[in-house]
């Protein structure tokens, strides 16, 4: 593995043995970055936060309410749905995670709700590092790499080198090669 700080002439970009974006994307990569976030006391809050702000299951209800509770009920996630919203604790990160798990198996139903749920999340990611696209990336980068999140740095440049590989297409790979792929890694570890 790369050690960031040395910058050494034997630093190396380790080959992507996790996954292949050739096998199915990089979900398997994604979901173990997702799961090594969600141990971080930041990303709990931010998840919290944006969890909190769409279920909203506090003693004032409204129709809306209802009828978000009725829909969420009606699906295959009602009993992650009811372990949550009658948990004393809402922050309950177990309990929110089992939530968008199930959400997200099935999509096919709660696809409304992950979309209102990625926007709040990005919104909340957004206002940790403000400035544009740019410092939002580096940011990312530097709290995976430097800072909070350097426990998941593992997962982090597993799942980039993913997204970096899938970035490029059998088309582009002949046009610039397997070194040029190699060389957007070991740049990504230099940031």
Request: proline share 4%; hydrophobic share 30%; glycine share 6%.
């Amino acid at each position: 593995m790369v050690n960031s700080e040395s910058h050494s002439s034997n630093d190396q970009v380790p080959p992507s043995t996790t996954c292949s974006p050739h096998e199915g994307g990089c979900k398997e990569a994604e979901d173990k970055l997702t799961e090594c976030m969600l141990t971080l006391p930041k990303v709990k809050e931010l998840t919290t936060k944006a969890m909190t702000s769409v279920f909203k299951t506090d003693a004032s209800h409204d129709v809306a309410e209802d009828k978000f509770a009725d829909y969420m009920k009606g699906g295959a996630c009602k009993e992650p749905f009811m372990a949550l919203s009658e948990c004393p604790d809402r922050d309950n990160t177990h309990k929110q995670i089992a939530m968008l798990k199930c959400m997200e198996a099935h999509s096919d139903y709660y696809h409304k709700y992950n979309e209102i749920i990625d926007k709040q999340v990005s919104k909340e990611v957004e206002s940790m590092f403000p400035g544009g696209e740019v410092k939002l990336a580096l940011g990312v980068h530097e709290f995976f790499t430097k800072g909070e999140g350097d426990c998941c740095k593992e997962q982090y440049f597993a799942c980039m080198d993913c997204l970096i590989e899938e970035g490029f297409n059998e088309e582009e790979e002949e046009e610039f090669g397997p070194g040029f792929i190699n060389f957007g890694k070991w740049l990504l570890r230099l940031l």
